[in-house]
């Protein structure tokens, strides 16, 4: 038996309607602007990053401005942040609206979806970011069994739900839309050593496998596509003891950390025209290092 029907599923019978707003009509459909020859561009766009509070969030979020995008950021418990790289968007001369989401809850979700369009119109371009910290702070003192749900909650079960929020409102879009999520590089060869692998092995491979699954129910209107950042400098590797990074350092063919820009401008790449033919990808961005 076939299995059933998603709740957002993108096929020949569903309707797309028309916008209203001023910037989705003068934008051409995607397979006019792929025949237009795409460019590494997101003037004019809306994109929403989820978790753009700090690290590789921010960075995407004032990426996509740099690049001439409006720009909807999520917080989930770091307000400042937030309202933070708001500013920053904004003194890119941008709009930003800051919204607040737990995407591992439904309704969340929905109301985030809900306030993104009534802010903007339209989405063209989410980006899912958001994930779980089980590496600093408090919650390193958790079980290995709450570390297991946390991330399970916010990295997978909150990437489907705002996927699935991101279609149901792209697929109304005569210009369709972009949908990014966040892996782990190492999901293609499995990790490193220990239960910290295991666990983010657990929950990005499940994004990994999902967006690619994805990408074929809701092409050709909509992309789907995956990042997969290696090493990144963010407040892991500040606090990781020199040693081990060191030793982890040697390990990369570039002999050195990501820094969250070069994440973000992997996502602006994707988010672009430039992409207009890459979809189901992980566009693996970790120095030549072998996973």
């Not at 051409?28 to 929403?48: D, F, T």
């Not at 702070?137 to 705002?162: H, Q």
């Not at 499995?190 to 692998?197: C, I, L, N, P, S």
């Amino acid at each position: 038996m076939a299995p059933a029907k998603g709740p957002v599923g993108y096929g020949p019978g569903d309707t797309v309607s028309k916008q209203s707003t001023e910037g989705a009509a003068a934008r051409p459909a995607p397979a006019e602007r792929a025949r237009a020859g795409g460019e590494v561009s997101l003037a004019g766009q809306v994109v929403l990053v989820t978790g753009a509070s700090s690290g590789i969030g921010r960075a995407i979020a004032l990426a996509c401005a740099g690049s001439g995008a409006d720009v909807a950021l999520t917080y989930h418990g770091n307000q400042a942040g937030a309202e933070g790289t708001a500013d920053a968007v904004r003194g890119l001369g941008r709009r930003a609206e800051v919204l607040r989401a737990d995407v591992a809850e439904p309704a969340d979700v929905t109301a985030l979806a809900r306030g993104a369009q009534a802010a903007f119109g339209r989405v063209d371009v989410w980006i899912n970011n958001a994930g779980a910290d089980i590496l600093t702070g408090a919650a390193t003192r958790l079980s290995w069994a709450e570390k297991l749900d946390r991330v399970l909650a916010v990295d997978l079960r909150g990437t489907v739900l705002a996927s699935w929020a991101a279609v149901e409102l792209m697929r109304r879009q005569e210009t369709g839309g972009t949908i990014l999520n966040m892996a782990w590089d190492h999901v293609l060869g499995g990790g490193t050593k220990g239960e910290y692998a295991e666990i983010f092995c657990a929950a990005k491979g499940g994004v990994y496998s999902f967006s690619r699954a994805l990408a074929r129910t809701v092409a050709p209107h909509i992309r789907v596509n995956v990042l997969g950042p290696g090493w990144v400098e963010t407040a892991y590797g500040a606090e990781l003891d020199p040693a081990v990074k060191a030793r982890i350092t040697d390990a990369i063919p570039l002999k050195r950390w990501a820094h969250p820009e070069e994440i973000a401008a992997a996502a602006v790449f994707l988010a672009s025209d430039a992409a207009s033919y890459i979809t189901g990808q992980m566009l693996v961005i970790n120095g030549g290092a072998v996973t």
